[in-house]
């Protein structure tokens, strides 16, 4: 079974950056969607950004394009999102999810899957 484990979650001041990881293990074919969510006290979980593990193709939403960057690493099993210029509106629990797909070729499709996989999430805290 596919595992998803993230961390690097913090407490930290506005304007600093950090950069949570979300290790996956299990995943028996290279072709996944993997997905970085957050959900903030009282709010609806809000998608951030998906990558397809096959080519490394991304997609962003909106709200986040420019200050967050969502990569992997050489091995196709860890992902990453570099955060930049924190601000405390991002004050949240932050969470991978993975769906594996043959038939997404980008992270634009990944985008529309809805994960199957979750991991327990990572707090990030932001203060002014």
């Known amino acids: 079974a596919v595992e998803l484990q993230e961390s690097g979650g913090a407490s930290v001041q506005a304007g600093e950056s950090l950069r949570l990881s979300c290790v996956a293990s299990?995943?028996?074919?290279?072709?996944?969607?993997m997905t970085w969510f957050r959900q903030g006290a009282g709010k609806e979980r809000e998608h951030l950004a998906s990558?397809?593990?096959?080519?490394?193709?991304?997609e962003y939403s909106p709200g986040v394009k420019g200050r967050f960057t969502v990569s992997q690493d050489t091995t196709r099993t860890v992902l990453y999102l570099q955060i930049n210029d924190l601000a405390p509106e991002d004050t949240a629990v932050y969470s991978c999810?993975?769906?594996?797909?043959?038939?997404?070729?980008?992270?634009?499709?990944?985008?529309?899957?809805?994960?199957?996989?979750w991991g327990q999430g990572t707090q990030v805290t932001v203060s002014s």
């Open positions: 990558l397809y593990t096959d080519n490394g193709k991304t």
């Open positions: 999810g993975a769906v594996s797909s043959t038939f997404c070729a980008n992270g634009v499709c990944c985008k529309l899957l809805n994960p199957t996989v």
């Open positions: 299990g995943f028996t074919d290279r072709r996944n969607c």
